[in-house]
């Protein structure tokens, strides 16, 4: 983790990509992919295989999973039936990231306003974040249909930023992607890679212009001025059902 610069103030609003990031959406993800190959006569595939394809939404996923690209005649049958299968199932395994719990906590109990930026369409991130009871308390949710632009571009987070009255410079976005940030540093924030997302072999984190990153949730706290023994709380203790505040299987 790249330590907070000791004259940079913490944030008043912390925006958090949504899978990969927030949520470990990929077991439901896989499984929805998965149940698609078998009903077109294919066997499973191995999450770890479909894992570091997640940050690339469908495109990155049916291509390793059928050989699909978005030109292909096919992909937009593929893509809606596997759309479909998801929504169906879409939080049975999907739950925060093992210690993101007591990071929304930190933020909540300091009066920090934290909200989700994804490029996942709101009829899917609508009904994910009430399954696992985050939707209320998130400040502000912006889908990849909310707006008419999508993350690399910077308007989805300024519109977070207007939505809860926050400042972009004084705000930090948190995501897997190298398009996340872009859209950050073009919206003018701080941006934290979250290492332990869906990154692949072929990514460069090092080469996309973040602030720092962030090995495991808990390191975000240094990042919002956390005092010593929470941060130490976080790394050592592990997370109980309770602390992750809807984080188990629903």
């Known amino acids: 983790m790249t330590a907070r610069a000791a004259h940079v103030a913490p944030p008043t609003c912390v925006l958090f990509d949504l899978d990969g990031t927030l949520l470990d959406t990929a077991p439901d993800l896989a499984a929805a992919l998965n149940r698609l190959r078998r009903e077109r006569g294919s066997d499973d595939l191995p999450l770890e295989l479909i894992r570091p394809t997640i940050s690339q939404g469908s495109p990155g996923m049916l291509k390793v999973c059928f050989g699909l690209t978005p030109d292909d005649p096919l992909y937009a049958e593929f893509d809606q039936r596997f759309l479909t299968l998801y929504r169906q199932a879409i939080a049975v395994e999907t739950a925060l990231f093992p210690g993101m719990g007591d990071v929304l906590a930190y933020l909540e109990a300091n009066a920090i306003c934290w909200g989700v930026v994804t490029n996942k369409p709101g009829w899917l991130t609508e009904p994910l974040l009430k399954a696992l009871d985050l939707w209320q308390r998130a400040a502000c949710v912006v889908s990849g249909d909310t ?104």
């Open 147 to 250: 707006l008419h632009k999508r993350k690399p571009d910077p308007d989805p987070l300024l519109y977070a930023c207007e939505r809860v009255g926050a400042m972009p410079a004084r705000s930090l976005y948190v995501g897997d992607a190298e398009r996340d940030m872009l859209a950050g540093s073009r919206a003018g924030m701080r941006t934290l890679v979250a290492s332990f997302g869906y990154l692949s072999l072929e990514d460069r984190p090092e080469e996309w212009g973040a602030d720092g990153f962030l090995e495991r949730p808990g390191d975000l706290l240094d990042w919002l001025g956390a005092p010593i023994p929470a941060r130490q709380h976080n790394q050592g203790i592990a997370e109980t059902p309770d602390s992750a505040a809807g984080a188990s299987s629903p």
